[in-house]
């Protein structure tokens, strides 16, 4: 059953299942299993959720506490994916100093065994993390390995190497090809039910438009971004784009 816990927990992190919702599905998955390695998921799960609703620093002590308990089961494999829900959580958290440190362990230990289903998802978190630091050139480096890894079919690492590449043409004047790289990571993200992707398409498209100039369609990416936190009840991200709103705001 330990197998079908990962799952549900990966599902509801990244799916339009809330993030109270979350909490409360891994709570309830814990008193139904005794497998440690389920529970371990369990903890991961609800500390990310947790994390996510400003439960901040009791989030992020769960999720280490779920993904310690996997490395002390000999657990590497599920130590080292459980990385990129680690890092997001510390990215909503504004912490991408460790969002760097987890997702650069991690990269390192899924290379130097060959594994690349996991490791095209955690090198697209550092890809983020690294970006959020301003690492650029670094930043579409982990994005080319995450590309590289990922099956053909694994949409989510090779959308959010997409919209890595997109914030940092932008950035760098390359307007055309930022919208570009945007329309082929939408082409990914629209048709699945997948709302942290949303919400991170929703993102860099207002950050794009604020680089282009665009201000009336930064607001209008930002307020769908918004929708999109507040239904999957993400309060830091949504308290993020409330100041962005507000800084649009005229007057």
């Known amino acids: 059953m330990s197998q079908t816990t990962v799952w549900l ?22 008193a139904c299993f005794s497998s440690k390695r389920a529970q371990a998921w369990t903890h991961i799960g609800a500390g990310a959720a ?14 280490e506490e779920g993904r310690a308990l996997l490395r002390d089961l000999g657990d590497r494999l599920g130590w080292a994916g459980s990385a990129s829900m680690a890092s997001e959580a510390q990215l909503w958290a504004g912490m991408p100093d460790r969002a760097y440190a987890v997702s650069s362990e991690a990269t390192e230990f899924l290379g130097s065994i060959g594994e690349t289903g996991y490791k095209a998802s955690v090198a697209a978190g550092l890809a983020l993390a690294s970006l959020e630091l301003g690492r650029e050139d670094e930043a579409l480096q982990h994005a080319d390995e995450s590309t590289a890894a990922a099956a053909a079919d694994d949409f989510e690492p090779r959308a959010t190497s997409q919209l890595v590449r997109a914030r940092v043409l932008a950035r760098r004047g390359d307007l055309e090809t930022a919208d570009e790289q945007l329309a082929e990571a939408a082409a990914l993200i629209d048709p699945t039910d997948y709302a942290t992707l949303g919400l991170n398409l929703g993102l860099a498209r207002a950050e794009v438009a604020r680089l282009a100039g665009r201000s009336d369609e930064e607001r209008r990416q930002l307020q769908t971004a918004l929708e999109l936190a507040d239904a999957k009840t993400n309060r830091l991200a949504a308290g993020r784009i409330r100041e962005q709103l507000e800084r649009l705001a005229p007057g």
């Open 9 to 30: 927990v990966l599902t509801a992190l990244v799916g339009p299942m809330s993030h109270a919702e979350t909490v409360e599905m891994c709570e309830q998955l814990r």
């Open 50 to 63: 947790s994390c996510c609703l400003g439960e901040v620093d009791d989030g992020l002590e769960e999720l």
